[in-house]
Nanobody, 122 residues
Framework: QVQLVESGGGLVQPGGSLNLSCVVSGTIYAVYQMGWFRQAPGKQRESVANFTHHSEISYGSDSVKDRFTISRDSAKNTLILQTSSPKPEDTAVYYC???????????????WGPGTQVTVSS
């Protein structure tokens, strides 16, 4: 089984910093895509930032692109999302996503973490 676990969420104050981590583990043959999504109450889940199959970075909005940084440690299958200027509008449940091919199995599948709550408030 493939497991995704997010960490680093919680209460964040404006002027502080946010650092989210996601570790993808399991009998992985290859990781084709990794990224962050978020869902605020009453809203649809939206893309925050993603690494594509070709390791290109895609951001979900200009607001995110201007303030967030996405990075990864491919050797450890770890994904990072950071910002030093969090805003109340960033309040949401953040989900880690990865498209993975499992060893000894054909094809690839989509996997999601359980999510971590991020609340930006003073």
């Amino acid at each position: 089984q493939v497991q995704l676990v997010e960490s680093g969420g919680g209460l964040v104050q404006p002027g502080g910093s946010l650092n989210l981590s996601c570790v993808v583990s399991g009998t992985i043959y290859a990781v084709y895509q990794m990224g962050w999504f978020r869902q605020a109450p009453g809203k649809q889940r939206e893309s925050v930032a993603n690494f594509t199959h070709h390791s290109e970075i895609s951001y979900g909005s200009d607001s995110v692109k201007d303030r967030f940084t996405i990075s990864r440690d491919s050797a450890k299958n770890t994904l990072i999302l950071q910002t030093s200027s969090p805003k109340p509008e960033d309040t949401a449940v953040y989900y880690c996503y990865s498209r993975v091919r499992v060893r000894f199995e054909e094809g690839a599948g989509d996997y999601w973490g359980p999510g971590t709550q991020v609340t930006v408030s003073s």
